[in-house]
């Protein structure tokens, strides 16, 4: 520690090319002690397993989650013992119903959830998603009309429907009966529904905030499998087996980039068990089309299937994600699968004409350099990908990005925004709307979305710049790098990388583990396509290390990799590398500094 009490820079580093300070990840040594007594681990495994609160009573289920052991009480969640009478009591009446879900991984694995548990109990819902487009986010009463015209008497809502307070009223108007599922943080007045089950609505006392929509899901299919077990309705017929379904789970818990924690750890550990054997035909179809392989991880949903389910949604026909998870035919599903490969693919295509046109405009504006916010707009930027050259920004300038896509037409820009770390970007946009700059605008403290008058944007800009200045400073300064162990190239190998997996799932709340390598000289740069770098990182005893820098050519961090003069200390997560059957490990770099900049 420092005089001051703060934690010393890690390697002397207190800027790296990246402009973070490095660190080690802070851990009571006592409790690292107790993890390596009674858990039997090495001393880095149990300093990462202290440095991420877990107590000395926690260390066993953390490093084994089991849904026995962390399921909740589904009565605990306000409103789910309702919700489960009453969609029961339409499975009995035979009741015309419908899903109506968000066009995201999140929505689509919370209704394919709902679908299979009433086709296991023999009646067929259908699924409702709406177009991004045309109908934007969440229920309307548009949308609410043209299905209660349909024929449909009974909606339930997944991943949305909980602030969609003009909808709800619309369809109490109309003879809808709405039922709630969703997680997004709500205001203190409920809307009139029938049930509205959200852990995140004010009084709910589940203390189960943390879960995506398909966790709710979950435990609702959980609640309903106990009220009819209630009346009775397994005499004649098997029990729906909930765990068949975790895969979708956790699909949707990783997917939506949840804290995995507590319960929702347990969700997605043991669905990723389940979706290993790949036994949903849309997901198995998925991974085939994307020729991905192996025992299903965080990256297979995260990097694999997630980007190509929301294609559908971003790009494409809204409805894709869901129908691929919902269908039980291998044809379909294969049909489903191309369909959004295509897609996905396209969408890279459209997100990198527009990341690098943003790029080109942010350095060049005004609102670039100290400014607390990068904000960029332009005409006809599809809305689609918006989100995610959002998020690719705040990565590459380490600050909150907004992507602001103008219809020239409907004189109407809309905006994606993300933040980092100690910056509400949903706080100040809410604060933009009530000072009359926007149509619309909302989010919560990471991410942002808003309607806006073209010709108010440089107004917006000056604003949230404004708004966002004093929490900017005080997040750049906490901006640092933890790291878990310091490795040398030689030392990092399969047993290592083996070793630290025991803390898998890692997401928000769990990161994953960060090695640093100190002095190690680079070697063979080479710039690939796509602007990534690879090296070969050696060490004064001749270990040898390979590592990429992934989308790092044109940064400061990419030139001095390709450049190759001197040692570096390099920072990174360790990945297997199988390529013909070497099981051996490479090194995913995330930051570098140079050892005579340090200090």
């Known amino acids: 520690m420092a005089d001051d009490g703060s934690p010393l820079a890690y390697l002397g580093v207190v800027r790296s090319l990246t402009g973070r300070a490095w660190r080690e990840r802070p851990a009571d040594p006592g409790l690292v002690r107790r993890h390596q007594l009674s858990l039997g681990l090495s001393e880095p495994l149990a300093r990462a397993l202290a440095s991420r609160g877990v107590s000395g009573e926690a260390g066993e289920h953390y490093l084994n989650p089991t849904l026995k052991a962390l399921f909740p009480d589904p009565s605990s969640f306000l409103d789910m013992d309702r919700a489960a009478a009453i969609l029961i009591d339409a499975l009995l009446a035979d009741r015309p119903m419908t899903v109506f879900a968000d066009y995201d991984v999140d929505g689509a694995s919370s209704a394919a959830q709902l679908v299979r548990w009433f086709r296991a109990m023999g009646k ?20 609410f009309r043209r299905i209660r015209e349909s024929g449909v008497e009974l909606v339930v809502t997944v991943d949305c429907g909980a602030a969609a307070y003009e909808a709800l009223a619309c369809a109490k108007e109309i003879g809808l009966e709405v039922v709630v599922i969703d997680h997004h943080l709500m205001r203190d007045q409920i809307p009139e529904v029938s049930a509205l089950v959200n852990p995140n609505r004010p009084g709910c006392g589940s203390g189960q905030g943390v879960l995506a929509a398909a966790g709710v899901a979950f435990v609702l299919l959980a609640a309903l499998n106990r009220e009819a077990r209630g009346r009775g309705l397994f005499s004649g017929r098997a029990e729906p087996d909930l765990r068949q379904w975790l895969d979708l789970a956790a699909l949707g818990a990783i997917c939506d980039v949840t804290q995995l924690v507590g319960f929702n750890r347990a969700l997605t550990a043991q669905g990723l068990k389940v979706m290993s054997a790949w036994r949903n035909p849309g997901l198995k179809a998925l991974l085939e089309v994307a020729k991905g392989s192996g025992p299903a991880s965080v990256f297979h949903a995260g990097f694999i299937l997630g980007p190509r389910i ?71 930027w599809h809305p689609g990908v918006i989100g995610i050259v959002a998020s690719r920004l705040r990565e590459r300038y380490r600050k909150p990005a907004l992507v602001i896509g103008v219809d020239r037409a409907a004189n109407v820009g809309k905006g ?29 403290a990471m991410a942002a979305g808003l309607s806006v008058r073209p010709e108010l944007i440089p107004e917006l800009r000056d604003f949230l710049n404004q708004k966002l200045a004093q929490e900017a400073e005080l997040a750049a300064a906490e901006d640092r790098l933890d790291i878990d162990a310091l490795v040398t190239a030689g030392g990092c190998d399969r047993g290592l990388y083996q070793s630290f997996q025991d803390l898998a799932p890692f997401g928000p709340g769990n990161p994953e583990p960060m090695f640093a390598a100190a002095n190690v000289r680079v070697e063979r740069p080479m710039a690939l396509r796509g602007g990534h770098v690879r ?28 450049n190759g003069a001197g040692a570096v200390h390099v920072a990174g997560k360790l990945r297997p590398d199988d390529w013909q059957g070497r099981q051996s490990v490479e090194l995913e770099i995330e930051d570098v500094a140079d050892p005579r900049r340090v200090g």
């Open 124 to 143: 067929e819902l259908s699924i409702y998603v709406p177009d991004r487009l045309t109908e934007g986010y969440g229920p309307s009463p548009a949308a």
């Open 310 to 380: 929301n294609a559908g949604g971003r790009i494409g026909r809204s409805d894709l994600g869901a129908r691929l998870l919902s269908t039980d035919d291998p044809e379909e599903a294969a049909a489903l699968a191309t369909e959004l490969d295509a897609l996905n693919a396209s969408r890279k295509e459209v997100e990198k004409e527009i990341f690098e046109e943003a790029v080109r405009i942010a350095e060049r504006e005004s609102n670039f350099g100290d400014a607390p916010l990068v904000l960029v707009a332009a005409d006809d």
């Open 416 to 444: 994606s925004g993300r933040s980092q770390p100690g910056v509400n970007l949903g706080r100040a946009v809410q604060a933009a709307f009530e000072e009359g700059l926007l149509l619309a605008g909302g989010g919560h």
């Open 535 to 562: 090296v070969t990182l050696t060490d004064g005893s001749g270990g040898r290390l390979k590592a990429v820098a992934w989308r790092a050519e044109d940064t400061e961090l990419g030139q001095q990799l390709l």
